[in-house]
Nanobody, 117 residues
Framework: QVTLVESGGGLVQPGGSLRLSCAASGSIFSNNVMGWYRQAPGKERELVAVITSGGITNYADSVKGRFTVSRDNAKNTVYLEMNSLKPEDTAVYYC???????????WGQGTQVTVSS
C-alpha cells in the first residue's frame, strides 16, 4: 500500500507560477514512476508529466517548455514546477505512483489549480 500526499495548488493569474509537491509513503519500490495527471471539468484525466526513479521524463505536448517535473528519491517526493500558466491549465491535479510496468498504481487525493484573472 502506498499513500500520496499532495500540496501546492491554488489560485494564480495567467502567466503566473505554482509548484506542486507529492510525498509518497508506504511500500515504495525503487524502480518506479511518479508524476502528475490532471482532470478538468467535463474532461477525462490526462497525463501532465511523469519521471522515473532513474530520471527519465515524459511531458504532455501542451505543457512542454512551461512545466518541469523533478523528484527527490531520498524523500520519495515528486515536484511539478508550473510556469506561464494559462486558463486552460485549470484542473484538479493528481499525483500518481506506480511500479514500472504495473498499472494503474496509486493516486493522491488531488489538488485544485485555478488559473484566472
Amino acid at each position: 500500500q502506498v499513500t500520496l500526499v499532495e500540496s501546492g495548488g491554488g489560485l494564480v493569474q495567467p502567466g503566473g507560477s505554482l509548484r506542486l509537491s507529492c510525498a509518497a509513503s508506504g511500500s515504495i519500490f525503487s524502480n518506479n514512476v511518479m508524476g502528475w495527471y490532471r482532470q478538468a471539468p467535463g474532461k477525462e484525466r490526462e497525463l501532465v508529466a511523469v519521471i522515473t526513479s532513474g530520471g527519465i521524463t515524459n511531458y504532455a505536448d501542451s505543457v512542454k517548455g512551461r512545466f518541469t517535473v523533478s523528484r527527490d528519491n531520498a524523500k520519495n517526493t515528486v515536484y511539478l514546477e508550473m510556469n506561464s500558466l494559462k486558463p486552460e491549465d485549470t484542473a484538479v491535479y493528481y499525483c500518481n505512483y506506480r511500479v514500472i510496468g504495473v498499472f494503474p498504481g496509486y493516486w493522491g487525493q488531488g489538488t485544485q489549480v485555478t488559473v484566472s484573472s
